[in-house]
Nanobody
Framework: QVQVMESGGGPAQAGGSLRLSCTASGLSLSGLTLFDSAVGWFRQDQGKEREGVACISGMDDATYYAESVKGRFTISRDSAKTTLYLQMNSLKPEDTAMYFC????????????????WGQGTQVTVSS
């Protein structure tokens, strides 16, 4: 059974920083790895639609960001390719949401309609 696990969320002040982490277990049983397809983060706040935040391509490690977080958030992975990170700087109250780590079916892009595996999420709450 594949499990995706996020951590690192919590309360933060506007202008502050948080780093989210994501690992996955059970993928090898299906012949998969976390980074053999596009992986990324999306978020969802109560009453709002899901929003793709950041993505790493499984083909060439290219990174993609939502306009709302460009220049503030950085997606990365460790050299062992076991952990995905999201460094969030200059946080704003509008960044408040549940953040989910996801592995996508597509090799290159993180399309919300092509989610493969995702976790339970980690809550980020930014106060002004």
């Amino acid at each position: 059974q594949v499990q995706v696990m996020e951590s690192g969320g919590g309360p933060a002040q506007a202008g502050g920083s948080l780093r989210l982490s994501c690992t996955a277990s059970g993928l090898s049983l299906s012949g998969l790895t976390l980074f053999d397809s596009a992986v990324g983060w999306f978020r969802q706040d109560q009453g709002k639609e899901r929003e793709g935040v950041a993505c790493i391509s499984g083909m060439d490690d290219a990174t993609y960001y939502a306009e709302s977080v460009k220049g503030r958030f950085t997606i990365s992975r460790d050299s062992a390719k076991t952990t995905l990170y999201l460094q969030m700087n200059s946080l704003k109250p509008e960044d408040t949401a549940m953040y989910f780590c996801a592995k996508y079916r597509d090799a290159e892009y993180c399309e919300l309609g092509k989610l493969n595996y995702w976790g339970q999420g980690t809550q980020v709450t930014v106060s002004s």
